[in-house]
């Protein structure tokens, strides 16, 4: 999976936010559960280590998944 990707590879903080995030909605939509509790922590992970102004226009998106 591409969010996998971005974890293993390092990628910034705000980069792997947005893959886990959108990880989370695909696996939602899905209805897969299991899934969409992994990729959801993943972004609220990502989350706490952005910037202060990232996390400013994102935490709409991260309010989005609980």
Do not use: H, T
């Amino acid at each position: 999976m591409w969010a996998c990707l971005v974890l293993q590879n390092e990628a910034p903080a705000l980069e792997r936010f947005f893959s886990c995030e959108g990880l989370a909605r695909v696996m939602r939509a899905a209805k897969n559960e299991a899934a969409y509790r992994v990729a959801s922590k993943q972004a609220r992970e990502a989350f706490n280590g952005l910037d202060e102004a990232d996390k400013g226009w994102c935490r709409g998106a991260l309010d989005g998944l609980i």
